[in-house]
C-alpha cells in the first residue's frame, strides 16, 4: 500500500506497464533516470505491474 499524502509536495507520476508490453519495458529505464534524478526534491515515480495469468483474468 502506498499512501501519497507522503508525498504532499511532489509530483507523483503513476506507470501502469506490463512485461508483454515492449514499449512499457522500453520506456522503464527513462522512468528509472527520472526517478532516481528527482526522487529527494519534487518528483516521485510509481510503477504498476499489470500483469496477469491470462487476459480472461482481467474481468
Not at 503513476?14 to 526534491?41: G, M, Q, R, Y
Amino acid at each position: 500500500m502506498y499512501f501519497l499524502r507522503f508525498n504532499a509536495y511532489k509530483w507523483v507520476l503513476v506507470n501502469f506497464w506490463a512485461t508483454w508490453c515492449s514499449p512499457c519495458l522500453e520506456e522503464i529505464p527513462d522512468l528509472i533516470a527520472l526517478h532516481s534524478a528527482h526522487k529527494n526534491t519534487d518528483l516521485v515515480v510509481i510503477g504498476v505491474s499489470m500483469d496477469y495469468p491470462s487476459p480472461k483474468s482481467w474481468c
